[in-house]
């Protein structure tokens, strides 16, 4: 299968999110309010993660729900949670690292897929396969900045996701490199102000969020 169009689409998907939300939700309603939260401070995409027993059920309302929101999913660590994820309709695939049969089916799914990776040994791998964008996790506990910049030179072409770790006050720092097309975060989506029902709190780290991509982008 040539992967290169959803490659071409994944790369489309993360630039125009700029920051993607890294969001875990334990209720539809939450996922159903934060994601409006976060559409509405000016973040239209996000990773849902599928670490809780409600996530898919989530994706799919989400769909339903809340078109204007893309919603792709994370935390994908078995060819069968990617099916699910798939079936349940979402418009991207993340996962946190890439083991040799996850790759192979990453390449044949039919949507735009981020496949993780943590070394360069890892992401030469994803590039013989045909990938050309990779999340990097967990960005800051293998180098963070330094890392990303040290990529640049001998995979030119390969478009980085960086996520963990990352902050509002390290964001733009990422946002800047050119070899970084998006940066996942969850700093506007932490657990306890989803549990107490923050959404004004959400939304207005949103907004400073999408300020933050637009700085970087017009410097």
Known sequence: MNIAPH???AGQLLHAAGILPVVTVHTLDQARAVSAALLEGGLPAI???LRTPVALQALAMLKRELPDVVVGAGTV???AQ???AIDAGADFLVTPGTPHHMADALAEAPLPVVPGAATPTEMLALVARGFRIC????ATAVGGLAMVKGLAGPMPDLRLC???GITEITAADYLQQPNVVCIGGSWMVPG???AAGQWDTVRASATK???IVAAARAS
Do not use: N, S, Y
């Open 7 to 9: 490659q071409d689409r």
């Open 47 to 49: 990773e849902l993660t």
């Open 77 to 79: 660590l078995t060819v």
């Open 82 to 84: 990617m099916r699910q």
């Open 135 to 138: 999340k990097l996790f967990p």
């Open 162 to 164: 960086p996520t963990g």
């Open 192 to 194: 306890d102000w989803i």
């Open 209 to 211: 969020a999408a300020a």
